[in-house]
Nanobody
Framework: QVQLVESGGGLVQAGGSLRLSCAAS????????MGWYRQAPGKQRELVAS???????NYADSVKGRFTISRDNAKNTGYLQMNSLKPEDTAVYYC?????????WGQGTQVTVSS
């Protein structure tokens, strides 16, 4: 059984920074993609950023230049560095690990950006 545990969320003022972490435990094999998603109240969950096991990244237009996704394959841990945060970044942030044979979600961590 695989578990994903997110941490690093919290309350921050606009313009501030947060770093989210996603630690995976269990049998995670290589060749997966790690993604960060977010869901604001009343809105659908959306992809924020993703990174393959080889390091290829993809970002939503709304976070390009402000957020950076990274991963440490040896530690089965992914990160989302969020800079220049805006009130519209307020949401529950979830990490996901997926491959052709599995998909796992974390429980989510709240990020609140005050104006």
């Amino acid at each position: 059984q695989v578990q994903l545990v997110e941490s690093g969320g919290g309350l921050v003022q606009a313009g501030g920074s947060l770093r989210l972490s996603c630690a995976a435990s269990g049998n995670i094999f290589s060749g997966n993609t790690m993604g960060w998603y977010r869901q604001a109240p009343g809105k659908q969950r959306e992809l924020v950023a993703s990174i393959t096991s080889g390091g290829s990244t993809n970002y939503a237009d709304s976070v390009k230049g402000r957020f950076t996704i990274s991963r440490d394959n040896a530690k089965n841990t992914g990160y989302l560095q969020m800079n220049s945060l805006k009130p519209e970044d307020t949401a529950v942030y979830y990490c996901k690990i997926s491959s052709r044979s599995y998909m796992y979600w974390g429980q989510g961590t709240q990020v609140t950006v005050s104006s």
